[in-house]
C-alpha cells in the first residue's frame, strides 16, 4: 500500500502549480521577486516585456484574493467602511467616530494649542543651516526627509520636483525623500530594518549627512490592516512610536516631524490599506501629539521629535471636505485604487508645497 502524505495546503500552493486535485495550474507567482518588479516600476525603470508580464500577473492575482500570506487579498477580520466617513476638519465637536471627537487637535478645533505653538516656536528657532559635522555655518544645509511606504515615496518625490524649482524654497534647503515601497512604519520600527540603509544611500547621493536632517515627513500607514479600531490604531501608534525613536538616534538634530495619515482610501479593491484604515491614521497622528503634549515620557524631546500635523490629506472621494476644494476621483488613483496615479501624486504634492510654504510652524526653515 503506498504511503499518503497529506501536506498543509498553504504548501500545495508552493510546490510548482499542483493543485490538491491532481491537476496541474499556472507556476505561483514569487512574491518577492513581483515586488522588486513593481518597486523598479514605480521608481520609471522600464521593465522588459517578460518582466512586465509577470508583474501584471502578480498584480491581477492580488486584485483577486492573492494567496500571499499577509500580504495580497482581504484579510479575515478586516473590517468594512461605514457608509458615511466625515473629514476630521469637517467634524465638530459634538461629532464623533467610534468614540473620537472631531478636530484635528480634538473638541472640533483645527488650531493649534497655545503651548504646542510655544514648543514649535522653541523647535523651529534651533533649525538652521548646518555643516556635515552639525554645526552651525552659513554654507550649511537644512535636510527635509521623507519617511515612510509606496505611496508616500510617490508623493513626496512629486513633491521635490515642483518644491525644487519654487521660488519660495530656501536654497539651505535640501529635500531628500528617503520613503521607499512596502517599508511600512512596522518596517522602519525595525532597527536593522530594510529601509534605513536604502536611507543613508540617499542621503549620502545627495551629499547630505546625517547630522544635516532637521525636518522629516512621516506618513503613518501599515499593510493589511485589521482588527477593530482600538487594535488598529494600537498597533500603529507602537510602530509609529518606535520609527521615532530611531529618527531621533540616527539624526541628533533632527527637530519636528510632521505627522500625516493617508489619502482617500474608498476606490480600494485590495486589503493593503482600505477604509476605514486610512482614514482613521488620522487618529493615530492626533493620539502621538496629545501624548507628547500631555508630557508623556517616551516622547521626550530627548528621544522624539517635536510632532507636529503636516497637511491633513483625507477627503471624502469626490465628496470633498470644507476645509479646501480638495476631492479625489478614481482617476487620482491606479489599479489597486490604493496607489495614486499621477494626478493623485500632484494633489497631495500641492498640498505638502502650500503646507510647508506658508505655515506659521514651516515656512521659517522652508522658505527664503
Known sequence: MKTIVRLPFFAVLLL???SLFGQTTSAPIDWDKAKQLYQREQRGEKLSPEEQSYLNKAKEARKGGGSRPGGGGHPTNQRKAPDTLKP?????????????DGGLYGKGN?????????????????????????????SGKIALVSVSMSNATQEFSFFKGIADKDPRKSDKLTIVDCAQGGQTMAAWAQP???PWPEAMNRLQRAEVS??????????????????????HLA???????????????????LRIAYLGSRIYAGYANTGLNPEPYAYE??????HLIQQQM?????????KSPLLLWGPYLWADGEKGRKLDDLKYTKDDFGPDGTHPSNSGREKVAKQLLEFFATNPLAKSWFAK
Request: charged share 25%; glycine share 10%; aromatic share 4%.
Open 88 to 100: 476630521l476638519t469637517d467634524m465638530a465637536a459634538s461629532e464623533s467616530y467610534e468614540g473620537e
Open 110 to 138: 483645527n488650531e493649534q494649542p497655545e503651548a504646542l505653538k510655544k514648543s514649535a516656536a522653541d523647535s523651529l528657532a534651533q533649525i538652521k543651516p548646518l555643516d556635515a559635522a552639525g554645526k552651525p555655518s552659513d
Open 16 to 18: 510548482g502549480g499542483i
Open 281 to 286: 491614521g488620522a487618529f493615530a497622528v492626533r
Open 210 to 231: 546625517p547630522q544635516q536632517v532637521q525636518v522629516a515627513w512621516v506618513k503613518l500607514a501599515n499593510a493589511g490592516p485589521s482588527g477593530s479600531k482600538t487594535e
Open 192 to 194: 536593522e530594518g530594510r
Open 294 to 302: 500631555g508630557g508623556d515620557d517616551s516622547l521626550a524631546l530627548s
Open 235 to 253: 498597533t500603529l501608534e507602537a510602530d509609529t512610536l518606535k520609527v521615532l525613536h530611531l529618527l531621533k538616534e540616527r539624526f541628533p538634530n
